[in-house]
T-cell receptor
Framework: AQKVTQAQTEISVVEKEDVTLDCVYETRDTTYYLFWYKQPPSGELVFLIRRNSFDEQNEISGRYSWNFQKSTSSFNFTITASQVVDSAVYFCALITQGGSEKLVFGKGTKLTVNP | GAVVSQHPSWVICKSGTSVKIECRSLDFQATTMFWYRQFPKQSLMLMATSNEGSKATYEQGVEKDKFLINHASLTLSTLTVTSAHPEDSSFYIC???????????FGPGTRLTVL
Protein backbone atom coordinates (compact mmCIF):
# COMPACT_ATOMS: atom_id res chain seq x y z
CA ALA A 1 0.00 0.00 0.00
CA GLN A 2 1.10 3.54 -0.63
CA LYS A 3 1.18 6.23 2.00
CA VAL A 4 2.28 9.84 2.26
CA THR A 5 2.99 11.46 5.60
CA GLN A 6 3.21 15.17 6.15
CA ALA A 7 3.92 15.36 9.84
CA GLN A 8 3.71 19.14 10.06
CA THR A 9 0.07 20.14 10.26
CA GLU A 10 0.69 23.87 10.51
CA ILE A 11 3.74 26.08 10.24
CA SER A 12 3.91 29.77 10.90
CA VAL A 13 6.89 31.91 9.90
CA VAL A 14 7.73 35.53 9.50
CA GLU A 15 8.32 36.91 6.04
CA LYS A 16 11.83 36.34 4.64
CA GLU A 17 12.40 33.28 6.77
CA ASP A 18 13.27 30.00 5.07
CA VAL A 19 10.88 27.13 5.70
CA THR A 20 11.00 23.42 4.90
CA LEU A 21 7.93 21.28 4.50
CA ASP A 22 8.50 17.60 5.13
CA CYS A 23 7.12 14.71 3.13
CA VAL A 24 7.77 11.03 3.76
CA TYR A 25 6.34 8.37 1.51
CA GLU A 26 5.89 4.62 1.55
CA THR A 27 5.67 2.30 -1.41
CA ARG A 28 6.98 -1.05 -2.47
CA ASP A 29 6.88 -0.20 -6.14
CA THR A 30 10.12 0.76 -7.82
CA THR A 31 8.53 3.10 -10.33
CA TYR A 32 6.65 5.99 -8.80
CA TYR A 33 6.11 9.72 -9.10
CA LEU A 34 6.07 12.34 -6.40
CA PHE A 35 4.30 15.67 -6.55
CA TRP A 36 3.86 18.86 -4.61
CA TYR A 37 0.72 20.96 -4.98
CA LYS A 38 -0.13 24.33 -3.47
CA GLN A 39 -3.68 25.16 -2.41
CA PRO A 40 -4.10 28.86 -1.66
CA PRO A 41 -7.21 30.15 0.11
CA SER A 42 -9.02 30.33 -3.23
CA GLY A 43 -9.08 26.53 -3.24
CA GLU A 44 -7.49 25.63 -6.55
CA LEU A 45 -4.67 23.11 -6.40
CA VAL A 46 -1.66 24.44 -8.22
CA PHE A 47 0.90 21.97 -9.52
CA LEU A 48 4.43 22.77 -8.36
CA ILE A 49 6.67 19.84 -9.21
CA ARG A 50 6.77 16.23 -10.35
CA ARG A 51 9.62 13.84 -9.70
CA ASN A 52 10.04 10.25 -10.85
CA SER A 53 11.69 7.59 -8.73
CA PHE A 54 14.69 7.30 -11.02
CA ASP A 55 15.64 10.93 -10.80
CA GLU A 56 17.10 11.91 -7.47
CA GLN A 57 18.47 15.21 -8.61
CA ASN A 58 17.39 18.06 -6.44
CA GLU A 59 15.54 20.83 -8.16
CA ILE A 60 15.46 24.56 -7.70
CA SER A 61 12.89 26.90 -9.14
CA GLY A 62 13.29 30.45 -7.97
CA ARG A 63 12.72 30.51 -4.24
CA TYR A 64 11.48 26.91 -4.25
CA SER A 65 13.69 23.87 -3.94
CA TRP A 66 13.04 20.19 -3.50
CA ASN A 67 15.20 17.53 -1.89
CA PHE A 68 14.42 13.98 -2.99
CA GLN A 69 16.15 11.25 -1.00
CA LYS A 70 15.22 7.66 -1.73
CA SER A 71 17.36 6.43 1.16
CA THR A 72 15.00 8.10 3.62
CA SER A 73 11.90 8.01 1.39
CA SER A 74 11.58 11.75 1.67
CA PHE A 75 10.70 14.52 -0.72
CA ASN A 76 11.04 17.75 1.20
CA PHE A 77 10.14 21.20 -0.05
CA THR A 78 11.97 24.36 0.96
CA ILE A 79 10.84 27.92 0.41
CA THR A 80 13.62 30.44 0.70
CA ALA A 81 12.91 33.98 1.80
CA SER A 82 9.23 33.27 2.29
CA GLN A 83 6.61 35.80 1.28
CA VAL A 84 3.06 36.40 2.41
CA VAL A 85 1.83 35.07 -0.94
CA ASP A 86 3.34 31.70 -0.05
CA SER A 87 0.64 31.26 2.59
CA ALA A 88 -1.31 28.19 1.55
CA VAL A 89 -1.82 24.53 2.23
CA TYR A 90 0.81 22.40 0.57
CA PHE A 91 0.14 18.80 -0.37
CA CYS A 92 2.67 16.13 -1.15
CA ALA A 93 1.35 13.26 -3.28
CA LEU A 94 2.50 9.93 -4.65
CA ILE A 95 1.41 7.74 -7.53
CA THR A 96 2.90 4.39 -8.40
CA GLN A 97 3.00 2.60 -11.69
CA GLY A 98 1.63 -0.85 -11.24
CA GLY A 99 -0.19 0.00 -8.05
CA SER A 100 -3.61 1.57 -7.78
CA GLU A 101 -2.47 4.25 -10.23
CA LYS A 102 -4.26 6.87 -8.17
CA LEU A 103 -2.72 9.85 -6.46
CA VAL A 104 -2.24 9.34 -2.76
CA PHE A 105 -2.17 12.61 -0.87
CA GLY A 106 -0.65 13.56 2.42
CA LYS A 107 -2.86 15.45 4.84
CA GLY A 108 -1.27 18.73 3.89
CA THR A 109 0.75 21.36 5.71
CA LYS A 110 -0.77 24.75 6.25
CA LEU A 111 1.86 27.43 5.91
CA THR A 112 1.21 30.91 7.20
CA VAL A 113 3.71 33.60 6.37
CA ASN A 114 3.25 36.68 8.52
CA PRO A 115 4.40 40.11 7.43
CA GLY B 1 0.45 23.72 -16.10
CA ALA B 2 -2.63 22.63 -17.93
CA VAL B 3 -5.87 24.53 -17.62
CA VAL B 4 -8.89 22.83 -16.15
CA SER B 5 -12.18 24.65 -15.77
CA GLN B 6 -15.07 23.89 -13.50
CA HIS B 7 -18.54 25.32 -13.59
CA PRO B 8 -20.11 26.60 -11.50
CA SER B 9 -17.51 27.82 -9.03
CA TRP B 10 -20.11 27.90 -6.30
CA VAL B 11 -23.73 26.87 -5.97
CA ILE B 12 -26.36 27.12 -3.27
CA CYS B 13 -29.38 24.89 -3.55
CA LYS B 14 -32.32 23.64 -1.55
CA SER B 15 -32.36 20.21 -0.04
CA GLY B 16 -33.76 17.63 -2.45
CA THR B 17 -32.64 19.30 -5.65
CA SER B 18 -29.98 17.98 -8.03
CA VAL B 19 -26.86 19.88 -8.93
CA LYS B 20 -24.63 19.34 -11.96
CA ILE B 21 -20.97 20.32 -11.96
CA GLU B 22 -18.98 20.45 -15.19
CA CYS B 23 -15.28 19.86 -15.57
CA ARG B 24 -13.42 20.65 -18.77
CA SER B 25 -9.87 19.91 -19.76
CA LEU B 26 -8.88 22.87 -21.90
CA ASP B 27 -5.32 22.05 -22.84
CA PHE B 28 -5.36 18.38 -23.72
CA GLN B 29 -7.56 15.36 -24.16
CA ALA B 30 -7.75 13.72 -20.79
CA THR B 31 -7.80 9.95 -20.81
CA THR B 32 -8.81 9.95 -17.20
CA MET B 33 -10.70 12.44 -15.09
CA PHE B 34 -11.14 12.32 -11.35
CA TRP B 35 -13.60 13.77 -8.88
CA TYR B 36 -12.56 14.65 -5.36
CA ARG B 37 -14.33 15.99 -2.35
CA GLN B 38 -12.66 18.12 0.28
CA PHE B 39 -14.00 18.99 3.70
CA PRO B 40 -12.68 22.04 5.55
CA LYS B 41 -9.13 21.65 6.77
CA GLN B 42 -8.84 18.17 5.33
CA SER B 43 -7.06 16.55 2.46
CA LEU B 44 -8.69 15.56 -0.80
CA MET B 45 -10.83 12.47 -0.83
CA LEU B 46 -11.11 10.66 -4.16
CA MET B 47 -14.71 9.94 -5.05
CA ALA B 48 -14.42 8.35 -8.45
CA THR B 49 -12.25 7.79 -11.47
CA SER B 50 -13.72 8.31 -14.89
CA ASN B 51 -12.46 7.14 -18.26
CA GLU B 52 -14.01 8.45 -21.44
CA GLY B 53 -16.68 6.17 -22.83
CA SER B 54 -16.82 3.84 -19.85
CA LYS B 55 -18.53 3.80 -16.50
CA ALA B 56 -16.91 5.57 -13.63
CA THR B 57 -15.18 3.60 -10.92
CA TYR B 58 -16.30 4.72 -7.49
CA GLU B 59 -14.30 4.57 -4.31
CA GLN B 60 -15.55 2.53 -1.43
CA GLY B 61 -18.28 4.31 0.47
CA VAL B 62 -19.25 6.66 -2.35
CA GLU B 63 -22.83 6.16 -3.52
CA LYS B 64 -22.83 5.87 -7.28
CA ASP B 65 -26.56 6.54 -7.49
CA LYS B 66 -26.15 9.76 -5.58
CA PHE B 67 -23.06 11.05 -7.36
CA LEU B 68 -23.63 10.46 -11.05
CA ILE B 69 -20.60 10.86 -13.25
CA ASN B 70 -20.69 11.19 -17.00
CA HIS B 71 -17.47 11.34 -18.98
CA ALA B 72 -18.98 12.38 -22.28
CA SER B 73 -15.77 13.20 -24.11
CA LEU B 74 -12.04 13.42 -23.61
CA THR B 75 -12.44 16.99 -22.46
CA LEU B 76 -15.66 16.96 -20.47
CA SER B 77 -16.85 15.20 -17.36
CA THR B 78 -19.88 16.02 -15.24
CA LEU B 79 -20.73 15.22 -11.66
CA THR B 80 -24.38 15.34 -10.68
CA VAL B 81 -25.26 15.34 -7.02
CA THR B 82 -28.78 13.95 -6.97
CA SER B 83 -31.30 14.84 -4.28
CA ALA B 84 -28.71 16.88 -2.43
CA HIS B 85 -28.84 17.15 1.34
CA PRO B 86 -26.98 19.43 3.73
CA GLU B 87 -24.39 16.73 4.42
CA ASP B 88 -23.43 16.88 0.74
CA SER B 89 -22.23 20.44 1.23
CA SER B 90 -18.55 20.41 0.40
CA PHE B 91 -15.84 21.53 -1.99
CA TYR B 92 -15.78 19.38 -5.12
CA ILE B 93 -12.68 19.33 -7.28
CA CYS B 94 -12.09 17.66 -10.60
CA UNK B 95 -8.77 16.60 -12.00
CA UNK B 96 -7.46 15.47 -15.38
CA UNK B 97 -4.49 13.58 -16.71
CA UNK B 98 -3.31 11.92 -19.89
CA UNK B 99 -1.76 8.81 -18.43
CA UNK B 100 -0.42 7.37 -15.19
CA UNK B 101 3.04 8.76 -15.87
CA UNK B 102 1.64 12.23 -16.49
CA UNK B 103 0.94 15.04 -14.11
CA UNK B 104 -2.56 15.37 -12.77
CA UNK B 105 -3.99 18.88 -13.04
CA PHE B 106 -6.82 20.20 -10.94
CA GLY B 107 -9.76 22.45 -11.56
CA PRO B 108 -10.55 25.47 -9.38
CA GLY B 109 -13.23 23.59 -7.47
CA THR B 110 -16.93 24.03 -6.88
CA ARG B 111 -18.27 24.95 -3.49
CA LEU B 112 -21.67 23.37 -2.94
CA THR B 113 -23.92 24.53 -0.14
CA VAL B 114 -27.17 22.67 0.41
CA LEU B 115 -29.70 24.46 2.58
Amino acid sequence: AQKVTQAQTEISVVEKEDVTLDCVYETRDTTYYLFWYKQPPSGELVFLIRRNSFDEQNEISGRYSWNFQKSTSSFNFTITASQVVDSAVYFCALITQGGSEKLVFGKGTKLTVNP
Amino acid sequence: GAVVSQHPSWVICKSGTSVKIECRSLDFQATTMFWYRQFPKQSLMLMATSNEGSKATYEQGVEKDKFLINHASLTLSTLTVTSAHPEDSSFYICSVRRGVRDTQYFGPGTRLTVL
